[in-house]
């Protein structure tokens, strides 16, 4: 229970991969504001709950929780939910920014030629959001002068993938990796850790849904991955503890790929 009395926001923390850190940090002992902008995310991947709600799975477990609906793009609703988090629980120790993904993607999404609209709304989704959260959690935080914000970047945002393609996707994530190297460097004097990870090939729900699973997938993928297996979940979740708990005190401004060794630099 290394993280009894902290309060954690998560964001994207409906399902799949949000919903395991929102379980792996309520399992430390921490209280969590879940935040999605569809707290029955879960039911579109058919993914299986404990309980009724990622809510009520939080306070199964003996913690705090606290939902909030909201568009994490949009800087009132962020502000207000921020807002909301500190009214209930009266402080914030831990962001996780991991609202996001590659969506809606467009048959032609090269880098030449991509269409511009779905490029600027992907950058909303994935980079945008986390500037917004990561401005309104930094206000509290450089009052108690601690914190730990952990952002969500990609396999994707480190490398080309050698046949290019995906090009808003992959430049958001780049963007997230560099602006947590940025913001770190800002909020270190206030004793508040800045970090990232780039998580590859994992099987979420909605990766599963989308055929990450297949046969056919895996004989593509696995021979490109090191250790021969696709991520699950709580492999990322386990990063996520490391860089919120002391553990990572004096880690900051890092990207950790959680990718079986496919992103290998050297």
Same mark, same amino acid.
């Given at each position: ?33 879940? /935040?999605?902008?569809?707290?029955? =995310?879960? =039911? ?20 705090? =929780? ?16 921020? %807002?909301?988090? !500190? ?6 120790? *831990? ?8 969506? #809606?993607?467009?048959?032609? /999404?090269?880098? =030449?030629?991509?269409? *511009? ?13 986390? *500037? ?15 914190? #730990? ?37 800002? !909020?270190?004097?206030?004793?508040? /850790? ?24 895996? %004989?593509? !993928? ?15 979740? #386990? ?13 900051? $401004? ?5 990718? $079986? ?6």
């Amino acid at each position: 229970m290394k993280l009894k009395g902290k309060v954690a926001v998560v964001t994207g923390g409906g399902r799949g991969l949000g919903r395991a850190y929102v379980l792996h940090l309520a399992k430390l002992g921490a209280d969590v504001v879940i /935040n999605d902008i569809d707290l029955n =995310a879960a =039911a579109e991947y058919n993914e299986t709950l404990s309980a009724a709600t990622v809510m009520e799975e939080v306070e199964a477990l003996g913690c705090r =929780a606290l939902g909030v609906q909201a568009d994490v793009t949009n800087k009132d609703a962020v502000d207000a939910m921020f %807002e909301e988090a !500190l009214g209930a629980f009266g402080r914030i120790d *831990i962001l996780v920014n991991n609202a996001g993904g590659a969506l #809606k993607t467009p048959p032609q /999404n090269s880098a =030449a030629e991509a269409d *511009i609209e779905h490029y600027k709304w992907t950058m909303d989704l994935n980079l945008t959001s986390t *500037i917004l959260c990561c401005q309104a959690a930094s206000r509290p935080m450089k009052e108690q002068r601690s914190g #730990k914000i952990v952002n969500v970047s990609s396999q994707a945002g480190l490398w080309s993938g050698h046949h290019g393609g995906f090009v808003g996707y992959k430049v958001a994530k780049a963007g997230v990796a560099h602006y947590t190297r940025i913001l770190a460097a800002e !909020l270190g004097p206030y004793n508040i /850790n800045v970090n990232s990870i780039a998580p590859g090939w994992i099987l979420s729900s909605r990766a599963v849904a989308g055929g990450r699973d297949s046969e056919e997938t895996r %004989e593509r !993928l696995l021979p490109q991955i090191p250790l021969r297996r696709m991520g699950m979940p709580e492999d990322c979740a #386990k990063v996520v503890e490391f860089l919120v708990t002391d553990l990572s005190d004096y880690v900051t $401004g890092q990207c950790i790929p959680i990718c $079986g060794g496919v992103v290998a630099w050297g």
